[in-house]
């Protein structure tokens, strides 16, 4: 959402924070990875996302805290469907 707001495509995000950090272990991937809800970027990466793309730290830390409720209520709900579909 921040990202497209800024009109930024995964690729140059990941550009930007890969300079802006001097890491250059981020990658398209990562961020795709990350705006599916497949990974949550760790402190050290919602920092440099935060200065990248001008948003407080608070709301990447309550993004990530909203993101892992939803992954737990998705496996709970996978879970659920293999046990009702087992019976």
């Not at 805290?65 to 469907?81: A, D, F, H, K, T």
């Amino acid at each position: 959402m921040f990202r497209k707001k800024r009109g930024l495509s995964q690729s140059k995000l990941a550009e930007k924070l890969a300079c802006s950090s001097n890491n250059d272990s981020v990658g398209r991937e990562h961020i795709s990875r990350w705006e599916r809800g497949e990974r949550i970027p760790n402190p050290y990466w919602r920092d440099w996302l935060g200065r990248v793309l001008n948003v407080p730290r608070d709301q990447l830390e309550h993004a990530a805290v909203v993101s892992r409720q939803v992954r737990v209520l998705r496996q709970i709900e996978r879970e659920l469907l293999v046990e009702r579909c087992s019976q």
